[in-house]
């Protein structure tokens, strides 16, 4: 069966600090791979989807940046964090073809001192 | 453009009573519609998706949801609520084709005993 790993589950880092957060997919070749942030009471800003190892679409323009290195590897990086990058981040995966439902990782918390 | 609509924030009902979660969307295609549950401090578990075959969609935890082209709407409901069913609830469409998905903002079911 498939799975999708998400670490680290909580972080807390200053402002203009670097980030990194890794997300991995088991058991399916050749996923459509997602990043989505949820703000606190609201719903899922998606952020960055990948069709192919390399292939990076941005939704919106932003502090961040996505890179998928391996076919089953997805990477959130930012190189100076803003306050406003707080947030819940979710990774998920999905088959490629219409109608294809998404599965999320469990989600890193990231807060911004 | 695709867009979802959730009526409601909050929902309040307690154990045993029916739980009714209303979703309508809009979409210049024919919709793929799914719904998510979120508990706290996790990621999205998928429900139940709508991809055009069944009307009633029978999903996991006991949930089902309705699609009725003629209201667009895509309900979702479950005969008994447990007060393990307090969680977020959201309704998400297809957009553009692909399998981005569009969320709506949620709808947090409260159950008491």
């Not at chain 1, 058991?27 to 952020?47: D, E, I, M």
């Not at chain 2, 977020?88 to 005993?113: H, I, M, W």
């Given at each position: 069966?498939?799975?999708?790993?998400?670490?680290?589950?909580?972080?807390?880092?200053?402002?203009?600090?670097?980030?990194?957060?890794?997300?991995?997919?088991?058991?399916?070749?050749?996923?459509?791979?997602?990043?989505?942030?949820?703000?606190?009471?609201?719903?899922?800003?998606?952020?960055?989807?990948?069709?192919?190892?390399?292939?990076?679409?941005?939704?919106?323009?932003?502090?961040?940046?996505?890179?998928?290195?391996?076919?089953?590897?997805?990477?959130?990086?930012?190189?100076?964090?803003?306050?406003?990058?707080?947030?819940?981040?979710?990774?998920?995966?999905s088959v490629a073809g219409p109608g294809q439902p998404q599965?999320?990782?469990?989600?890193?918390?990231?807060?911004?001192? | 453009a695709q867009s979802v609509t959730?009526?409601?924030?909050?929902?309040?009902?307690?154990?045993?009573?029916?739980?009714?979660?209303?979703c309508n969307y809009s979409s210049s295609v024919p919709p793929y519609l799914f719904w998510?549950?979120?508990?706290?401090?996790?990621?999205?578990?998928l429900?139940l998706k709508y991809t055009s075959a069944a009307t009633l969609v029978?999903?996991?935890?006991?949930?089902?949801a309705e699609f009725k082209k003629s209201e667009t709407s895509f309900h979702?409901?479950?005969?008994?609520?447990?007060?393990?069913?307090?969680?977020?609830?959201?309704c998400a469409v297809n957009r553009d084709g692909f399998q981005k998905l569009v969320f709506g903002?949620?709808?947090?079911?409260?159950?008491?005993?």
């Amino acid at each position: 069966s498939q799975t999708i790993h998400q670490w680290p589950a909580t972080l807390v880092q200053p402002v203009g600090s670097p980030l990194s957060l890794e997300c991995t997919v088991e058991g399916t070749s050749n996923p459509n791979l997602y990043w989505y942030r949820q703000a606190a009471g609201r719903g899922l800003q998606l952020l960055f989807y990948s069709v192919g190892i390399g292939q990076i679409s941005s939704e919106v323009p932003q502090n961040l940046s996505a890179s998928r290195p391996q076919d089953r590897q997805f990477i959130l990086s930012s190189k100076k964090l803003l306050l406003s990058d707080s947030g819940f981040y979710l990774c998920a995966w999905s088959v490629a073809g219409p109608g294809q439902p998404q599965h999320f990782g469990d989600g890193t918390r990231l807060s911004i001192l | 453009a695709q867009s979802v609509t959730q009526l409601g924030s909050h929902v309040s009902v307690s154990e045993g009573a029916l739980v009714l979660l209303r979703c309508n969307y809009s979409s210049s295609v024919p919709p793929y519609l799914f719904w998510y549950v979120q508990y706290p401090n996790q990621g999205l578990q998928l429900l139940l998706k709508y991809t055009s075959a069944a009307t009633l969609v029978k999903g996991i935890n006991g949930f089902e949801a309705e699609f009725k082209k003629s209201e667009t709407s895509f309900h979702l409901t479950k005969p008994s609520a447990h007060m393990s069913d307090a969680a977020e609830y959201f309704c998400a469409v297809n957009r553009d084709g692909f399998q981005k998905l569009v969320f709506g903002t949620g709808t947090r079911l409260l159950v008491s005993p």
